[in-house]
């Protein structure tokens, strides 16, 4: 079976269909953001990404949930500064325990500040024009599960692995129950 050759273009949600928020909003905005996305019996998050828009809606970052908590509990995430000692070397996960409750005293004092300072930029979109595959392996090359798309110089919308996905899985790999078109 011949088919035409699929790009990114088919597959993106455009960005207004796709959850954001301007630069200036703040971290508690973001949690009910996250929160307002949920689905399945479990009520389960539906993203794990938000994007960032300025004031001019250009995109100008993301917000993942690990940013969030990262924002929640700093202390946990920092690098331990040790000097030259002997024993164990490396991170010490089981160690985060011992920051509980400074943690939890912590957590909502950054509620209320805007989301640039905790936003990671951009680095890496990919052309609207972009085969399928090749836009699969650009997403496993970079370990990332969603992309801004570019189309003229602008972010035209978002690129998900669930997308491409469910493409192969229902129009090109002839998955047998996957609703083969």
């Known amino acids: ?34 929160l307002e996305f949920r689905a399945g019996q479990k009520e389960r998050l539906h993203y794990a990404i938000l994007f960032v828009v300025n004031n001019s809606n250009q995109l100008v970052g993301r917000l993942t949930l690990m940013d969030i908590l990262r924002a929640f509990a700093p202390p946990l995430f920092t690098p331990l500064q040790a000097g030259l000692f002997d024993g164990k070397k490396g991170e010490y996960p089981d160690l985060a325990l011992l920051h509980e409750e400074a943690i939890f005293a912590e957590c909502g004092k950054s509620r209320m500040q805007p989301i ?66």
């Not at 930029?121 to 570019?150: C, N």
């Not at 690129?159 to 047998?176: D, H, N």
């Open 1 to 34: 079976m011949k088919h035409t050759q699929p790009t990114v273009r088919e597959l993106l949600i455009p960005l207004d269909q796709y959850p954001h928020l301007n630069e200036n909003q703040t971290l508690d905005e973001a949690i009910y953001s996250f």
């Open 116 to 181: 640039k300072s905790f936003a990671r930029a951009i680095d890496f979109t990919i052309p609207a024009e972009t085969h399928l595959l090749t836009a699969m392996a650009m997403l496993h090359s970079r370990g990332e599960m969603e992309v801004p798309v570019t189309e003229n110089g602008t972010i035209a919308g978002i690129l998900r692995l669930e997308e491409i996905f469910l493409t192969l899985c229902t129009s090109y790999c002839q998955i047998p129950g996957g609703g083969n078109a």
